[in-house]
């Protein structure tokens, strides 16, 4: 168990749906990341907050934004979602704002767009 | 474009077989991290290599950094069933600054 907790495990919903995927760092940590996996692009980087600021951006699209609340959890927001949408959405924590740090993931969240 | 190439793709060995992974950076690295993922599962962190030339093991896996070539490799001795999953890379990159970018993933089979 990493200590880091996504919900829901899995989401099914239609195209043109929006849905908030959540989670909660380990306990102390106050970096997090996102992450989406799918068979053809591999594990990419979304965006990463720290303490509630947002640090680093990666291949995020403009319809998915993300925020990180005072309790330091996190949510992902995934609007006018499309078929392509459809994978396996980590979160991941780590004690380091920047830097050298070992990044500890959740279970992953797995959506899926019919 | 991926900032971490990794090779081979997948490898399916014999138990028993040693194996290497490689990890190869198209930027400087700050830092190198080996994980493994179970298929559909979360990524379990296995090693951090930051100095070049710094070499770590664990049990049977060992990890190396080449610097100067901004490469890593993951080499498995005597592979065991166990050991079966998808090997990745992930590092900062500068000047990236903050994105902690991952590999391309190797999908290892060990056959009993």
């Known amino acids: 168990d990493s200590g880091v907790t996504q919900t829901p495990k899995h989401l099914i919903t239609a195209t043109g749906q929006r849905v908030t995927l959540r989670c909660s760092p380990r306990s102390g940590d106050l970096s997090v990341y996102w992450y989406q996996q799918s068979l053809d692009q591999g594990l990419q980087f979304l965006i990463q907050?720290?303490?509630?600021?947002?640090?680093a951006k990666g291949n995020i699209l403009e319809r998915f934004s993300a925020q990180q609340f005072p309790d330091l959890h996190s949510e992902l927001n995934l609007s006018s979602l499309e078929l392509g949408d459809s994978a396996l959405y980590f979160c991941?924590?780590?004690?380091?704002?920047?830097?050298?740090?070992?990044?500890?993931f959740g279970e992953g969240s797995r959506l899926t767009v019919l | 474009s991926q900032e971490l190439e990794q090779s081979p793709q997948s490898l399916i060995v014999q138990e028993g077989k040693n194996l290497t992974i490689n990890c190869t950076s198209s930027?400087?690295?700050?830092?190198l991290y080996w994980y493994k993922q179970k298929y559909g599962e979360g990524l379990i962190f296995l090693m951090m290599l930051q100095k070049g030339g710094e070499e770590k093991s664990h049990e049977k896996i060992t990890a190396k950094l080449d610097e100067k070539k901004q490469q890593s490799s993951l080499h498995i001795t005597a592979s065991q069933p166990s050991h079966a999953g998808i090997y990745l890379c992930?590092?900062?990159?500068?000047?990236?600054?903050?994105?902690?970018?991952f590999g391309t993933g190797t999908s290892l089979t060990v056959i009993p």
């Open positions: 991941a924590s780590s004690a380091a704002g920047s830097g050298a740090g070992e990044l500890f």
């Open positions: 930027k400087t690295l700050y830092g």
């Open positions: 907050y720290y303490n509630g600021e947002e640090r």
């Open positions: 992930g590092a900062q990159t500068l000047p990236s600054g903050n994105q902690f970018y």
